[in-house]
T-cell receptor, first 114, second 115 residues
Framework: GENVEQHPSTLSVQEGDSAVIKCTYSDSASNYFPWYKQELGKGPQLIIDIRSNVGEKKDQRIAVTLNKTAKHFSLHITETQPEDSAVYFCAASMMGQAGTALIFGKGTTLSVSS | ETGVTQTPRHLVMGMTNKKSLKCEQHLGHNAMYWYKQSAKKPLELMFVYNFKEQTENNSVPSRFSPECPNSSHLFLHLHTLQPEDSALYLC??????????????FGNGTRLTVT
């Protein structure tokens, strides 16, 4: 089955710096890779996703890159702000019994200090 | 404002109690999910329902019993739980079970503590 590894587990940056979170996956059939942000006391929220036919996707200060050959994908946050502080999860799709299931990484706690 | 509402937000129960978690989605989705979130672990998929029918049970112990009376409501009935079942239980919904075409929307979870 699919296995998703996420690094680092914690990341501390100064406001204005960039932050990069990396994930690797094992199932070459995976074709969808979302990123979720979870703030304290809330459920995860989708912030950006990428499909296997695309190498990079950008949305304002966040971007995701995908290297299918190496089976890894990364989240890039530029010009970080204190409100970016949260836990970030990557995920990869896996075909299940009746649809596609998402396999999640263990999460990265990002702290942005001002 | 989340379109997926979970109640209660917090629950403390003894190992011999019976309780239920409730989830309601206002997004017109057809698929609903239960996930378990424990510290330092990935989100674990427990159950999947599609058009009220259970399509996936991820080897979850029988002390967890899901119920989906319609596409908008999902319950998780709990009985004779163990302390290691303490976790955040997240409900999610999506338009279909093809999550690459219909992203998951999560509720804010129920923080469960088993004493």
């Amino acid at each position: 089955g699919e296995n998703v590894e996420q690094h680092p587990s914690t990341l501390s940056v100064q406001e204005g710096d960039s932050a990069v979170i990396k994930c690797t996956y094992s199932d070459s059939a995976s074709n969808y890779f979302p990123w979720y942000k979870q703030e304290l006391g809330k459920g995860p929220q989708l912030i950006i996703d990428i499909r296997s036919n695309v190498g990079e996707k950008k949305d304002q200060r966040i971007a995701v890159t995908l290297n299918k050959t190496a089976k890894h994908f990364s989240l890039h946050i530029t010009e970080t702000q204190p409100e970016d502080s949260a836990v970030y999860f990557c995920a990869a799709s896996m075909m299940g019994q009746a649809g596609t299931a998402l396999i999640f990484g263990k999460g990265t706690t990002l702290s942005v200090s001002s | 404002e989340t379109g997926v509402t979970q109640t209660p937000r917090h629950l403390v129960m003894g190992m011999t109690n019976k309780k239920s978690l409730k989830c309601e989605q206002h997004l017109g989705h057809n698929a609903m999910y239960w996930y378990k979130q424990s510290a330092k672990k990935p989100l674990e998929l427990m159950f999947v329902y599609n058009f009220k029918e259970q399509t996936e049970n991820n080897s979850v112990p029988s002390r967890f019993s899901p119920e989906c009376p319609n596409s908008s409501h999902l319950f998780l009935h709990l009985h004779t739980l163990q302390p290691e079942d303490s976790a955040l239980y997240l409900c999610a919904s999506s338009l279909s079970t093809r999550t690459e075409n219909s992203p998951l929307h999560f509720g804010n979870g129920t923080r469960l503590t088993v004493t």
